[in-house]
């Protein structure tokens, strides 16, 4: 057994015992504890079995990762339960230990310390439910509750025969972790449904191999836009998640033939996919420049895109679309760059899968701690960006709070 399972293993059990002691504290049917300890047992075994067959730099298959997932709604439920116990505990410490020193010597040893109160643990047992429950629904039914977010955005300098022009944005397929092609279809029927003018894929169509996208290829293909579809790479498309082959030679060269693959995928699903390239949408004897750079991210992310290649064949003064998987690239390259680019479209985040979110009002995941632009619309000096939420799904078999987005962006001509 490898020493990462071993860790998880005490880390799952220890929680799992302490949060225990509040099941105890509420309930006196010992049919509940047998289906507590039935349950949480029955999980994880599900999940030491799944990793055991599991091999490292290979694409995590689907049960793995939902073996995953409920060990992780089943682990975040004893954590809360422990949390709430272990505050308990440092109080009922106290009162021990000041009891021991102050307190009446004819009050019995066993007295010294309060046993746990039911209502504390009855809370604690009612929070610990809203992520167990949370997590279980994001899996069930969250991964594929795709959302249509709409914005409009208004420019000075849009060219008048593009005023109210709509593009469509996807991003972060992720083809390898999907299971169900009905669901999916059901997506690209409703990004269909938009009759948008333009649809942009901005990275991560799959999770590693070029064949996870094989089986839903059919389906993407249906996908239409009168003025084209465009996409772009994000870091999972080249493979660098994989290990290929024990030789590095080879290695390198079967990464090589799979990213190969993947383009020409892309290729026959009516994709042009933009490496470092610019292309003109033209309309009325007037343009935008739509720019597409190769995946750039700060943080030990591959840094393939090239923005100067990129703009190469744009002008200055055109109106420019930026298609960029990450959005750090936006701060560290874009905004400091001597072109200005109107819109920049990125993916990358999936908003954690998890958070809340009331739109136009309040949204909230832990990935905020790592990026500051990692949902929706952002504005700096001028220039827009969207962080599309994704399409997808990886990890986490499912999305709560954080759903699937379609982002559906219409372009303004700003009235004087």
Do not use: C
């Not at 015992?17 to 999980?43: D, E, H, M, R, S």
């Not at 943080?299 to 090239?306: H, L, Q, R, V």
Request: positive net charge.
């Amino acid at each position: 057994m490898s020493r990462f399972v071993i860790v998880i293993t005490i880390f799952y059990l220890v929680f799992a015992f302490y949060g225990f002691q509040a099941i105890k504290t509420i309930f006196k049917n010992q049919w509940v504890y047998i289906a507590y300890i039935t349950l949480f047992l029955a999980a994880f075994g599900y999940f030491i079995f799944k990793i055991s067959t599991y091999m490292p730099g290979s694409a995590m298959r689907t049960s793995t990762a939902v073996s995953a997932g409920i060990v992780l709604a089943f682990l975040s439920l004893a954590m809360v339960l422990s949390i709430a116990l272990f505050f308990e505990d440092i109080y009922r410490i106290g009162v021990y230990i000041v009891n021991k020193l102050f307190g009446s010597r004819a009050v019995v040893e066993t007295d010294l310390m309060p046993s746990r109160r039911k209502f504390i643990s009855s809370i604690a047992l009612g929070i610990a439910a809203l992520p167990f429950g949370a997590l279980l629904y994001g899996m069930y039914k969250g991964k594929y509750n795709y959302k249509v977010l709409k914005y409009t955005l208004e420019f000075d300098d849009l060219p008048d025969a593009f005023d109210g022009y709509q593009i469509t944005q996807i991003s972060d397929v992720h083809s390898g972790s999907f299971d169900n092609a009905k669901k999916v279809a059901y997506g690209i029927d409703l990004i269909n449904k938009q009759k948008s003018d333009m649809l942009l894929f901005t990275g991560d169509m799959v999770n590693n191999e070029a064949t996870e996208m094989e089986p839903y290829a059919d389906i993407f293909s249906r996908l239409e836009a009168k003025d084209g579809k465009y996409s772009v790479l994000g870091n999972h498309d080249y493979g660098d998640y994989k290990q290929w082959h024990e030789d590095q030679t080879q290695n390198d060269i079967l990464k090589k033939e799979n990213l190969k693959r993947l383009i020409n995928i892309q290729k026959e699903m009516g994709f042009d996919l933009l490496l470092n390239e610019s292309r003109f949408i033209e309309k009325d004897g007037q343009r935008i420049a739509l720019v597409g750079v190769e995946n750039w991210g700060k943080g030990g992310f591959k840094k393939a895109g090239d923005l100067q290649k990129a703009k190469k064949l744009v002008d200055q003064n055109d109106f420019k679309v930026l298609m960029s998987h990450d959005p750090s690239h936006w701060e560290e390259e874009v905004i400091p760059d001597n072109y200005h680019y109107h819109l920049t479209l990125s993916g990358h985040t999936h908003g954690m899968q998890f958070g809340v979110e009331i739109p136009g009002w309040f949204k909230w995941s832990p990935v905020k701690w790592r990026y500051k632009q990692w949902a929706g619309i952002y504005k700096e000096k001028g220039q827009f960006i969207n962080v599309n939420r994704g399409f997808g799904f990886i990890g986490y078999p499912g999305r709560f709070g954080i759903w699937p987005e379609i982002s559906v962006i219409t372009l303004k001509k700003k009235v004087a």
